[in-house]
């Protein structure tokens, strides 16, 4: 289980969002296998993506991040709910690279590029999804995502996404915030959160030394009489389902269904976020292909 607190400033010019998701990361990795770098890629996008989701009001309401650049990982792609639930499939997790000389740190700019656009979709249940999209600015995601929020929401706002990697290449802590000023927030308050920003390490760090998201928003928003909303327990999850791998496989249409039904006589096809397997056997391809033939 990870935790979210959001919180705002008791004079409600700027709201807060902070995140433990040291288990979802760990989860995440254990699924794929990922290297030490893809785990902080992939932990920084589910990091955000939970946050982002519990923004959404509707139960229904479905938030994909992608992230898609010129590195080796090639896409990561997060999808969230509004309970902050989230399912993370990175495209190649096995990207070694070594670490970054100027910093030390895993190389996340490096494996996802520099090149390349960050994708916000939103789905309301509307006809059509809200989409979003931005150039990277430097492949770090937190940045990115902030320039995501400055020129395509323009919702100023201060990201931090963090990941610590183990020696046995375990997550040792994933965490985050978010922290957006609303429209009315003055100069004074503005300068007050930059001194707090300032005087922080990296948010993994805090995590690992054992600081809560509630503490979180105890050092961030300082001097300005915080007051937490609401806690949330978010995890990672998968929601796929036989019925939705049916479907996938209709999509394919009666003539290559009918091809795979002659010369392989099963099928089966494999969730991206879970990795879970499906099987469908020669009875069931013939079921589905009569479905099709009758609708
Ligand atoms: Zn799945």
Known sequence: MGKIVR????????????????DMVEEARKIHD?????????????????????????????????????GEIKNITCVANSKGTVKAYPVNPYVDLP??????KLDVSGAIGKNGNLIVMRDFGLKDPYIGQIDLVSGEVAEDLTAYYAYSEQQPSAIALGVLVDKDLSVK??????????????????????TNLAKIKSVSHL???????EKLVEILLDGMDPLINE?????????????RMEKALISIGIKDLEEILHEDKKAEIQC???NKKYDFDENDLTKLIETLKTN
């Open 99 to 104: 670490i970054r000389e100027t910093d030390g």
């Open 272 to 274: 991206h976020f879970c």
């Open 231 to 243: 806690t949330i327990e978010v995890k990672l999850e998968c929601d796929c389902s036989r019925e």
């Open 34 to 70: 990922t290297s030490p770098v893809v785990t902080a890629a992939l932990g920084r996008m589910i990091t955000a993506a939970s946050m982002m989701g519990v923004m959404m009001k509707g139960d229904n309401d479905k938030l994909t991040l992608v992230i898609k650049g010129d």
């Open 207 to 213: 995590i690992d030394e054992g600081h809560s998201p």
């Open 173 to 194: 802590s994933a965490g985050g915030f978010i922290i957006q000023l609303m429209p009315d927030a003055t100069e004074e308050q503005i300068v007050k959160l930059e």
């Open 7 to 22: 919180a705002i400033s008791g004079d409600y010019a700027i709201r807060m969002f902070a995140i433990d998701s040291t």
